[in-house]
C-alpha cells in the first residue's frame, strides 16, 4: 500500500475512512450543479429580457409608443423571474443545515429544473415574435402569449419549493 505523499494526499485518505464524508462531497457537487444549471436558467431569462428591451429602444426610435407601456411590464415580470430562479433555495442544504435534501431528492429537483429550460424556449421565441410583429395590434397579441409562457414558468417553477418542502427528513442517527 502507497503512504499519501502530501496534505491533499492525506486527507482523501481520511475522506475514504470516515463514513459519509465521500457522498456529503458528492452532494456537494450535486449542489454546485443545481446552482449552475438555475444561473444559466437565469442568464436565459436575462437575455429574454434584454431583447425585449432593444425591441423597446427600437419601437421608441421609430416612434411606435403604442406597446411600450406591456413591453416594460413584461420586461420588468422577465427580471422578476430571473431572480428568483436565480437566487431559489438549493436543492441541496450543507450538512449543519435543519432542511436536509437527499440524493434522490435532488435528482428529482435537477430534473425539474430541466424541463424548465422548454418554458424558456417559449418565452425566448416569444420575445423574437415581439420583435417581428407588423402591427402595434400584432406586437401586444405577441406580449400578452410570451407573458403568458411566462406566467407558466412561474408557475411551474413555484412548484419547485412544494418538492423542496415535501421531501421526506432523512432518518436521524441516534
Do not use: C
Amino acid at each position: 500500500m502507497d503512504k499519501p505523499k502530501g496534505l491533499a494526499d492525506r486527507i482523501e485518505s481520511w475522506m475514504k475512512r470516515i463514513p459519509g464524508v465521500r457522498t456529503y462531497k458528492e452532494r456537494e457537487h450535486r449542489r454546485e450543479t443545481d446552482k449552475k444549471l438555475r444561473e444559466h436558467l437565469a442568464s436565459r431569462l436575462q437575455d429574454s429580457r434584454s431583447l425585449a428591451k432593444k425591441i423597446a429602444l427600437d419601437l421608441t426610435t421609430k416612434g411606435q409608443m403604442e406597446s411600450l407601456a406591456k413591453l416594460d411590464r413584461f420586461s420588468s415580470r422577465l427580471q422578476q423571474m430571473a431572480d428568483t430562479i436565480r437566487y431559489a433555495s438549493y436543492g441541496y442544504s450543507g450538512i449543519f443545515d435543519l432542511e436536509k435534501i437527499r440524493e434522490d431528492e435532488l435528482d428529482r429537483l435537477y430534473s425539474f429544473d430541466l424541463l424548465l429550460a422548454d418554458d424558456l424556449e417559449k418565452i425566448q421565441k416569444g420575445v423574437e415574435e415581439v420583435g417581428q410583429a407588423s402591427s402595434a395590434y400584432a406586437r401586444e397579441k405577441k406580449i400578452e402569449e410570451a407573458d403568458a409562457f411566462l406566467d407558466a414558468l412561474e408557475k411551474q417553477f413555484n412548484r419547485r419549493k412544494e418538492l423542496i418542502m415535501a421531501a421526506p427528513a432523512p432518518p436521524q442517527d441516534k
